[in-house]
């Protein structure tokens, strides 16, 4: 379990956000990252027996200030991510854990351009495979709808007027869910956290079959 002082530490480092007084409280982040870290072994072993996950990373929590007006030194969250196994596997899962602001995200956050003109490709061939998931009950429930950033008109080599440039203007496609404090801090974060993981995999393995073959259906992973 997430542990309330978890989400109280990171609310105080909001409010404190400077060397001095991370130093001064350096063993209450400890316990934090140790109890983070504890959640995150056991969401990866239920995740296991959802998906195949290669790897599982807690982001640092330092920031990268060097270009980011924003100078304060900390992040006053933890993040987690999971990393799906195999080239045929696409798509990852994201965790931020937050006061007010734990959210979970999946999808694809920066596809490479050979991997977006693939999938804008594919999805201009036959858009319905792809309305069908967005539209089911269950993906809206979850995560009402696509997130992303998107193109203002037509991507490159693709009409303004095709039937499908809702879909085709999207740069980034992903979904994301918050989850309340209350929720966080309870028996049943883990199995919340894995029931919207399990509902997004419909779109993963939708992805993941138009990822690994051309347009003319002939595999690209042997």
Known sequence: MISKKTLAYCKKLSKNNNRPWFQENKEEYDEAKANVKSFQETLLAEMQKIDSIE??????????????????????????????????????????????ETFVACGFWGP????????????????????KILNAKRFKDLFGELQGEQVKTAPKGFSKEDPAIDLLRYKQMYVSRKISDTIVTSKDFTK???????????????????????????????
Not at 69 to 96: C, I, Q
């Open 55 to 100: 790897k599982s990373k807690m982001f640092r929590i330092h920031r990268d200030v060097r270009f980011s007006k924003d100078k304060t030194p900390y992040n006053p969250d933890f993040r987690l991510s999971f990393t799906r196994e195999g080239a045929h596997r696409r798509g990852g899962y994201y965790l931020r854990i937050a006061p007010g």
């Open 112 to 131: 490479e351009p050979t991997d977006l003109k693939l999938i804008r490709g594919q999805i201009a061939q036959d858009p319905k495979p792809l309305r």
């Open 192 to 222: 919340e956290i894995i029931r919207t993981y399990n509902g997004i995999r419909p779109y993963f393995d939708y992805m993941s079959d138009i990822l690994t073959h051309d347009l003319n259906g002939i595999p690209l992973i042997k």
